[in-house]
């Protein structure tokens, strides 16, 4: 990690101080640095080996209702102050934008702040290399395997500090290492690939290298001999690997800023049934070494956990500052990192809570259908929630894998998913956006 000759939350307040004597009325600033190292391998040696160590600084100052924010990596005394000097200027020139501002200090988080999310405290070139040969040689020992297409390991460590002239400064440190590759097959010249990866703080969290390696062979094997389907309606079940992208979908309906420009295919649903009752969306920021893990949110503010959706019902909309004060109401902890730019809106370690039947059960319930383990490029109309997929995966008949398919679409509209979709219980938590498997009966399916 880089060393830092002044301590940064130091230079922080020193940054803000200059911003305020350069004519900015309010500042708020952050200070990243990270390490890393990503080994590559190919054919039973090293392919590639990157390193990377980094600091930068962002600033973002306010001139009543005018905001400007700038970014750089010269930590010095002279950059930190010619970066104050420019954006204080910045500020007072562009136009006005009246939703911006910093929150009041009452409004602040307080308790502790700082948080240490270190897993691995760090793993060597070597260790990674070990482990992506390990990944590679399992997935060419399953049969028919022609090729792994890339395969590799990383870790990383970032560490943040942010602070603001309101009175706010926190800081934040984490590592991850990950690992994953893609495996091909060959069949009557048609090709197929699949894959498996995992990202954790621990590796002990995830499986061992050979697994993960033979996973994804023995995933690309049973994609061989992939059929196309007839145009169809039939029941979809979407596999936990690729069934957070309709929580993705909800996200986006329900982000602040897209209730305040009005589109969202959601926006009037607010209080009322969007989903079954008995399905329960949840946000946790205080997981235990969670990805999304965070004691304050983007702006300064407090966090929970939050029931977004509640027995099926529609609770809460992800509001920072500015979508809050657009909307006519109070941010509620789900802004994404400010502190030197403009806040978005995001969730931490969001999960749609497991059902009670497995997915063989679901499968026996739908009798046939569509198991989903891909998809490509989905396509989402914002304002009226029509909903169309390129997906890969299985039939099923009698509640049993079939035979594989491919190149078939998936189209519908997101209210009506949402209403009937069933989850499996299966989940699995390996991200910020987790899901179990989930059906959904009576889509339409286009193929051949």
Same mark, same amino acid.
């Given at each position: ?15 803000? +101080? ?55 990596? /010269? ?9 104050? =000097? ?8 562009? !136009? ?12 602040? &988080? ?60 926190? %800081? ?43 996973? &994804? ?20 079940? %979407? ?22 420009? $009005? ?7 607010? $209080? ?65 990192? $400010? ?19 497995? !997915? ?31 997906? &890969? ?6 509640? =049993? ?11 519908? /509209? ?26 959904? =009966? +009576? ?6």
């Amino acid at each position: 990690m880089a060393e830092f000759k002044t301590p940064p939350a130091d230079l922080l307040a020193g940054l803000l +101080d200059q911003c305020l004597k350069a004519g900015a009325d309010a500042a708020d600033a952050r200070i990243g640095a990270t390490e890393g190292v990503n080994v590559s391998v190919r054919d039973g040696r090293m392919e590639s080996i990157e390193r990377e160590e980094s600091t930068n600084v962002a600033l973002r100052a306010f001139y009543g209702k005018r905001q400007a924010h700038v970014s750089g990596s /010269d930590l010095s005394t002279e950059g930190l102050h010619a970066l104050a =000097e420019r954006c204080a200027a910045m500020a007072r020139a562009v !136009p006005e934008d009246r939703y911006c501002g910093l929150p009041d200090a009452i409004e602040l &988080a307080t308790g502790p702040l700082d948080m240490d999310l270190t897993g691995e405290p760090e793993i060597s070139a070597e260790t990674l290399e070990q482990e992506s040969l390990a990944a590679e040689a399992a997935a060419l020992a399953v049969k028919g395997i022609k090729t792994v297409a890339g395969c590799g390991a990383s870790w990383n460590r970032s560490s943040r500090w942010v602070a603001a002239s309101n009175g706010f400064s926190a %800081y934040k440190t984490g590592t991850s290492t990950s690992l994953g590759l893609a495996s091909v097959a060959e069949k009557d010249g048609a090709m197929e690939r699949d894959y498996e990866s995992w990202s954790v703080r621990r590796t002990r969290n995830r499986p061992s290298a050979e697994t993960i390696g033979r996973t &994804a062979g023995e995933r690309t094997i049973a994609r061989l001999g992939a059929r196309k389907l007839n145009t169809r309606k039939a029941a979809v079940l %979407y596999d936990r690997r690729v069934s957070g992208g309709l929580l993705g979908a909800l996200m986006s309906a329900i982000s602040g800023p897209s209730i305040a420009r $009005g589109v969202s295919f959601l926006k009037d649903s607010m $209080g009322t049934q969007v989903f079954a009752k008995g399905i329960n969306v949840i946000d946790d920021p205080f997981r235990p070494m969670g990805m999304g893990s965070r004691c304050h949110d983007g702006e300064g503010l407090p966090v929970k956990e939050t029931y977004l959706i509640e027995d099926g019902r529609l609770t809460e909309w992800l509001l920072n500052g500015p979508s809050a004060r657009q909307l006519g109401l109070r941010p509620n902890g789900f802004s994404a990192l $400010g502190f030197g730019d403009p806040p978005g809106v995001t969730t931490s370690n969001l999960y749609l809570q497991a059902g009670e039947k497995t !997915p063989a059960e679901l499968m026996v319930q739908a009798g046939e259908g569509l198991l989903v383990t891909d998809m490509f490029g989905p396509s989402i109309n914002p304002n009226t929630g029509d909903y169309s997929v390129g997906v &890969a995966g299985f039939w099923f008949e009698n509640g =049993e894998i079939a035979y594989p398919v491919s190149e078939v679409t998936i189209a519908g /509209d997101l209210p009506a998913i949402f209403a009937r979709l069933i989850p499996a219980s299966d989940l699995e938590f390996r991200g910020t956006r987790d899901a179990p498997s989930i059906l959904v =009966e +009576d889509m339409s399916l286009a193929g051949s």
